[in-house]
């Protein structure tokens, strides 16, 4: 596969350094608009060729797959320029900022018949994959219950940097500079998680949706902080379950936390995953309530399975298509995050 990154920004070397070290997979070409950044980011991973836009690139066209590391406004443009031109994509989350971006982008790729996979990182735990083929094998029995959450702390303490004084993270708290809050940012992840996990899709909602005081008149410099912190909402699945899902980024005490329980008539599983690490509980005798710990073998990265299904021309998982359906859940909770109950199409 050569493949061209899109975008050079902090995210886009995580891209480049797992493409990298896939067999088989060959860094061509890069795309940035500032020209330092460009000639820094291909001399570190040695990609040859470099532009200045992605419709020089395309002209060129010496790659046949491109990962998209664009700001999230940009991967809708950005995306049907290269499904127009028959390349396959690896988009980074979210596929677009709302549903019907997402849904056009979904149905171009599909009927061009090109592999069309979205960066959600989470899918490499591999106790989300055992949860998964545990409930979907019937050893849970009915899935009755289930709670979800993912849980940061960035807005309370400095792990990850001071977000009063660092522009890269005073823009995820503004709308004005295309953030949809936690919701967004977050939200994505923890949806895709749960309902993988589960083996069914959301099919109902009842959200709240909040915005936290943070700074005098909500504001440092350019900045309105007037972003999602927290949101939560009980959720019915097509199987009939009902739960919660929640996410905050003023959760003291938890860095960067995932935590996924699926109850079931016959046993129970705890998962939790923080991105890099995950382990996997059971119960299995709803009597004594004993939790054992689940072995979970290795599963390939979302890297791997782009390359995978590139080789082998067969779209994978996560899809376009998946991604456009967490985010019309997405689109739903931020519409109606005073807590009104709706559907999901």
């Known amino acids: 596969m050569k493949l061209l990154i899109l975008g050079t920004g902090s995210m886009a070397q995580a891209h480049a350094t797992n493409f990298a070290a896939i067999d088989g997979v060959e860094l061509v070409a890069a795309v940035e608009t500032n020209p330092d950044r460009l000639q820094a980011f291909c001399d570190q991973h040695r990609i040859a060729n470099r532009f200045a836009n992605l419709d020089e690139a395309i002209a060129w066209g010496g790659f046949d797959a491109a990962a998209n590391v664009t700001p999230d406004p940009v991967h809708y443009p950005t995306t049907m320029k290269l499904i127009a031109a028959g390349k396959n ?6 596929l677009a900022t709302d549903y019907p971006h ?8 599909e009927a061009a018949g090109i592999v069309s996979m979205v960066n959600l990182t989470y899918r490499v735990s591999p106790a989300l994959h055992k949860a998964r083929e545990l409930a979907t094998s019937g050893a849970l029995g009915v899935v009755r219950h289930f709670e979800a959450s993912y849980l940061q702390s960035w807005l309370i303490g400095k792990q990850w ?25 977050i939200g994505i992840h923890l949806i895709d998680f749960c309902t993988f996990a589960v083996g069914s899709d959301v ?42 899902i929640q996410a905050t980024r003023f959760a003291t005490g938890n860095f960067n936390e995932m935590r996924v329980s699926l109850f079931g008539d016959k046993a129970a599983l705890m998962l939790h995953g923080d ?22 073998p290795p599963v390939p990265s979302t890297y791997q399975r782009f390359a995978e299904a590139v080789a082998t021309s067969k779209n994978g998982d996560p899809s376009f298509r998946r991604a456009a359906d967490i985010q019309r859940v997405l689109d739903l909770i931020l519409e109606h995050g005073d807590g009104s109950m709706v559907r999901v199409a």
């Not at 997402?102 to 790729?109: G, I, K, S, V």
């Not at 991105?275 to 979970?296: A, E, F, I, P, Q």
């Open 89 to 94: 994509v690896f988009c980074e989350k979210p």
């Open 102 to 109: 997402a849904r056009e982008m979904t149905e171009a790729a």
């Open 161 to 185: 940097g001071d977000w009063r004084t660092e522009e890269r993270w005073l823009w995820r708290l503004s709308t004005a500079h295309g953030s949809k809050g936690v919701v967004g940012d």
């Open 203 to 244: 099919v109902a909602i009842c959200p709240r949706v909040k915005t936290f005081h943070k700074a005098p008149g909500d504001r440092i410099g350019e900045y309105n902080l007037d972003a999602n912190d927290s949101f939560a909402t009980t959720a019915e699945l097509a199987n009939g379950a009902l739960g919660t």
């Open 275 to 296: 991105g890099k690490m995950s382990s996997l509980k059971m119960c299995r005798d709803v009597d004594s309530m004993d939790w054992v710990h689940v072995d979970c």
